[in-house]
T-cell receptor, first 113, second 112 residues
Framework: DTGVSQDPRHKITKRGQNVTFRCDPISEHNRLYWYRQTLGQGPEFLTYFQNEAQLEKSRLLSDRFSAERPKGSFSTLEIQRTEQGDSAMYLC???????????FGQGTRLTVV | EDQVTQSPEALRLQEGESSSLNCSYTVSGLRGLFWYRQDPGKGPEFLFTLYSAGEEKEKERLKATLTKKESFLHITAPKPEDSATYLCAVQVIQTSGSRLTFGEGTQLTVNP
């Protein structure tokens, strides 16, 4: 158990709808990452938080995507006006202090129909 | 641009048949190289971090090694429960953030 919880585990939505995912790391995880993974590919970086500050965003993160980490604890990832190409596994990972390791949650599988 | 290439894409072994997975990388400045194991439908599970050439780490039947251009994950006498996708990732020295750049993984199947 990595201590990183994601909710929901699965989400099916219609194209054009908005969806929001939640990630709850352990309290020691001052670093938090969001990744996206499609079938047969490695995870792709989306965004990174250190405490509540969003320090880095990938070019993959279009203006339909927004992430927040209020109070430096849980984080949310929202996708507006979903498209079929957004179908993927969305992974959250937490990291502690100065260490470099990141520990992943079980992911949220999004299917856009 | 940072690149990570894993080979082979897929590997089938018989139980007890040792082998190695390769991860070659091209980065501007390596902070660390990571190995993860991923089971179907689950998030990646952390295995090892390697920081400098010549470093080795072991865990049960797995041993990871690092050179200046590549890393190997050696699997000794594998068992069916070792079947999974093994992901390699690099973390580069940056002024802010510490993203991991992943390869596409090697899907390992160990037959009994």
């Amino acid at each position: 158990d990595t201590g990183v919880s994601q909710d929901p585990r699965h989400k099916i939505t219609k194209r054009g709808q908005n969806v929001t995912f939640r990630c709850d790391p352990i309290s020691e995880h001052n670093r938090l990452y969001w990744y996206r993974q499609t079938l047969g590919q490695g995870p792709e970086f989306l965004t990174y938080f250190q405490n509540e500050a969003q320090l880095e965003k990938s070019r993959l993160l279009s203006d339909r995507f927004s992430a927040e980490r209020p109070k430096g604890s849980f984080s949310t990832l929202e996708i507006q006006r979903t498209e079929q190409g957004d179908s993927a596994m969305y992974l959250c990972a937490g990291g502690q202090g100065a260490t470099t390791e990141a520990f992943f949650g079980q992911g949220t599988r999004l299917t856009v129909v | 641009e940072d690149q990570v290439t894993q080979s082979p894409e897929a590997l089938r072994l018989q139980e007890g048949e040792s082998s190695s997975l390769n991860c070659s990388y091209t980065v501007s400045g390596l902070r660390g190289l990571f190995w993860y194991r991923q089971d179907p439908g689950k998030g990646p599970e952390f295995l090892f971090t390697l920081y400098s050439a010549g470093e080795e780490k072991e865990k049960e039947r797995l041993k990871a090694t690092l050179t200046k251009k590549e890393s190997f994950l050696h699997i000794t006498a594998p068992k069916p429960e070792d079947s999974a996708t093994y992901l390699c990732a690099v973390q580069v020295i940056q002024t802010s953030g510490s993203r991991l750049t992943f390869g596409e993984g090697t899907q390992l199947t160990v037959n009994p």
